[in-house]
Nanobody, 116 residues
Framework: QVQLVESGGGLVLAGGSLRLSCAAS?????MGWFRQGGGKAREFVAS????????YYADFVKGRFTISRDNAKNTVYLQMNSLKPEDTAVYYC????????????WGQGTQVTVSS
């Protein structure tokens, strides 16, 4: 069992930035972020391999969001810039991501609200 603890969500004006963090209790695996908002199903946002050599992004965040990780701290980050109101959602950290569509473990979620 892997525990994931997220932080960094909040309220920001459109065009602003936030950085999400997710600390894992252990293990070695691909990690990343999904989000759910606006009455939609949960959707993939970004992921990073254990070694950090490969990163994947949803088209709607390319050029705005950056995923990174610090394995010494078992932590993955999501730097979100140029935020838009449509980025408003609950963001979930994921561990053991498969095909950027499912994961073995999930965090509790952190709310990101972007106001116009």
């Amino acid at each position: 069992q892997v525990q994931l603890v997220e932080s960094g969500g909040g309220l920001v004006l459109a065009g602003g930035s936030l950085r999400l963090s997710c600390a894992a209790s252990g293990g070695k695996s691909a990690m990343g972020w999904f989000r759910q908002g606006g009455g939609k199903a949960r959707e993939f946002v970004a992921s990073i391999t254990w070694t950090g050599d490969k990163k994947y992004y949803a088209d709607f965040v390319k050029g705005r969001f950056t995923i990174s990780r610090d394995n010494a701290k078992n932590t993955v980050y999501l730097q979100m810039n140029s935020l838009k109101p449509e980025d408003t959602a609950v963001y979930y950290c994921a561990f053991g991501i498969v095909a950027n569509s499912k994961a073995d473990f999930w965090g509790q979620g952190t709310q990101v609200t972007v106001s116009s």
